[in-house]
């Protein structure tokens, strides 16, 4: 039996200062309940001689081979991020027996099926709850609370930037550009914003979500992807008269034998949904399953100390296997090759903004349009003007995307038509 | 290694046959994911000629020893509800080396620790997840998930019954006796609807929530009560008006030195708080820890399918470590012994709506009376006439509960009180 278990964490930052925080306060149930003692012994820092705050005590190193070579280190706390060189550290810890814990979305989402094989081959475990969600549980649920359910569906709030963006937006009115300006000003935006607001940071976590929740490995390449940058106030506003939130959301489906659909896109969602009313930077993932029917986890989906929370959980569940010497359980949960259902296969209802010429016959022009493309009209109405141009708001019924794609080439085409302003999926239109 | 898991059900009502579904339909993926076989191979009657849907091919017993002794049974499934004889049939499970799931708040809210002995005595699993929150995943979110936080508060929507009456009450405007039989009519509340209104079973539940995130015993005995029965439409419309909802919340919170507190009580609850839009029969369980920040798990609280979901989940994880020949890594979680804060030394905001004399100075009066209490008030307001009377609402500050209990009294003495209507804590006021 184990008597003290030695962590060699790789990196310092926000997450890697969370998890000395949180270990340092919460030692003494920690300990009680991992039925041993625990420590960092070392971390992996860029500059050793730079002071820093909470490291006190603890041995810092610049060569990644002190600790993945220290066969004193039971297990490895990956928290440098990026895919480079974390990929390969984490091989190696693993390859030399040690236990891994990340919070790399990068990496899990694109390397998963190595990261697992090498995990296998070693008979360690590779835990990364942080991942998605920061300190939402929703890898562990999804493992073990949700595991004699067949998960239907998954839609997720899982990028606290754009989800604080798009709530200042709606409760502000603001415009885009002067929302992004204060969110990089209070530290919710970097300075490149792309991968968040282009869905990139969201479509990472859907992957890795999407493997878990339909047993199957899903990369990065095989999520769509459309970010927030297009989204003008004028489409707040309407989803806000008609009752909805624009939130973006990580949607995976089961479409059955058309197979699996993993995306992250706009949507307008109905103010009663739950995921509506999650606002700021908070994260949520709704569920659906065949038994639980619908369940909802939120909680902050980013930050030092709740994404610490995870990490501590996967290193306290380690713990307790070496504890009690017992292997890893829950390895790799893919076990099915489910194909990918195309993007074009999908079904929703769809809110279309069009710039059109002001003269009489318009609506019915576009409203022909739709219908020649066999697309079912929920409503079709000229809101106001803008400019000389009339604006006109389309919603329709449930349709497949390509019929929408042939729509809006239609539509483009017709002579009275200005602008295709905006196209955003609507839940339960 | 285990080639096949057996199940022996004590129980074939509405969790019964639902978690017999659940691994009907989801069969497949179950196996995969423990690594062995799995099948209920008895099924605790009261009548065993009678016909029942879903149990077709499985044995049918009216004698639990056929079950508790049956050597190849190795997970007694306890879903026939009440503390007798499922507390006798659990211990006895137990004692014969069988490991036990049971979604049964009553006896695992009262006789815990006695399970928990026996658990450990005979180093079974005795798991409880569908005893709380039914399909929402909370124990082990708790146990595992959140297990490195300082869990420093739960507030809980355990009780769907209630929380379906006050969100039509609220959304309808009814009154308490009509929704009470409408609930009862589509079934979601019982002919005697006692414990569920009186809020005894979310009582339980917050017992059982609060020993876990505590770590310390918390009985049903140490838990103060007070239903929704002397909730009126003209608090939901103060409610409503001032910007709260009212929900049924079992509260846990660590008061520190004083102790821990547990609770279950109607409150009045801020619209923009999580809690707030939690409607209908739903659950939700909100979390407060000193690295997770805050965390809210949402889901059905009961229900057939929903409630297997939580059992089944409990059933695979046993059987992976039987398959794996693991021992049960996490047994009773309770290695403190808190004392208990008195309701009396609580701190809350409170809503005081009073029935009065219709004449100048009164309010004065209402006012005077807090203060002599040294309660700080945020508002004393004459709202309308109630007949010949007039009705005053008042909120305070933070006070403790003796101070508010000491303000009623000398309200009750004043002349011009001709009632104390109703007396409601606000959160965040």
Redesign the interface.
């Known amino acids: 039996m184990k008597k003290i278990i030695k962590l060699g964490l790789l990196g310092s930052g926000t997450v890697g200062t969370?998890v000395v925080r949180?270990?340092n306060?919460?030692k003494e149930?920690?300990v009680?309940?991992i039925g041993a003692d625990i420590e960092i012994k070392k971390i992996l820092v860029r500059d050793v001689n730079k002071k820093r705050e909470y490291l006190e005590g603890i041995e810092l190193t610049d060569k990644p081979e002190s600790i993945l070579n220290d066969p004193d280190i039971d297990i490895v706390v990956e928290v440098m991020g990026g895919k480079q060189p974390a990929l390969d550290y984490m091989l190696k810890a693993m390859e030399s027996g040690k236990h891994v814990v990340t919070a790399n979305k990068d990496v899990v989402a694109a390397h998963g099926k190595e990261l697992f094989a090498m995990a296998e081959a070693h008979n360690t475990a590779l835990m990364f709850?942080a991942s998605v969600g920061g300190?939402?549980?929703i890898i562990?649920?999804l493992k073990?609370?949700?595991?004699?359910?067949?998960i239907t569906e998954i839609m997720g709030i899982l990028n606290g930037t754009t989800n604080y963006m798009l709530t200042k937006m709606t409760q502000d009115g603001c415009d885009y550009d002067s929302i992004l300006k204060e969110a990089q000003a209070k530290g919710y935006a970097e300075a490149n914003p792309a991968a968040d607001v282009g869905g990139l940071d969201a479509a990472r976590k859907a992957a890795i979500l999407a493997s878990i929740a339909f047993?199957t490995r899903v990369s990065l390449d095989d999520v769509s992807v459309e970010g927030i940058t297009n989204i003008e106030p004028a489409d707040i506003q309407y989803a806000t008269q008609l009752g909805y939130s624009i939130k973006l959301l990580a949607i995976a489906r089961d479409y059955g034998e058309k197979g699996i659909n993993v995306r992250v896109h706009p949507v307008f969602l109905p103010k009663e949904h739950?995921l509506s009313?999650?606002n700021d930077v908070f994260n949520a993932i709704f569920i659906k399953?065949?038994?639980?029917?619908?369940?909802?986890?939120?909680?902050?989906g980013a930050?030092s100390?709740?994404t610490?929370?995870?990490v501590?959980?996967d290193?306290?569940?380690i713990s307790?296997?070496l504890v009690?010497d017992?292997?890893n359980?829950?390895g790799c949960?893919c076990?099915k090759e489910l194909k990918i259902c195309p993007v074009e296969e999908t079904e929703d209802c769809y809110y279309v903004r069009l710039r059109v010429n002001d003269e009489s016959g318009v609506l019915g022009q576009i409203a022909t349009a739709f219908g020649q493309c066999n697309i079912s009209m929920k409503s079709v109405i000229q809101t106001r003007m803008v400019g000389n141009f009339a604006e006109i708001v389309a919603v329709t019924h449930i349709t497949e995307n390509k019929k929408i794609k042939a729509a809006l080439n239609l539509l483009q085409a017709l002579p009275v038509v200005d602008e295709i302003s905006s196209v955003l999926r609507v839940e339960n239109a």
């Open positions: 969370g949180v270990l306060e919460n149930d920690i009680q309940k709850e300190g939402i549980p562990t649920p073990h609370c949700l595991t004699a359910n067949k047993n739950p009313n999650v399953g065949n038994a639980i029917g619908e369940a909802m986890f939120y909680g902050r930050g100390l709740p610490a929370s995870a501590m959980a290193i306290v569940e307790r296997n009690n017992t292997g359980l829950v949960t076990y």
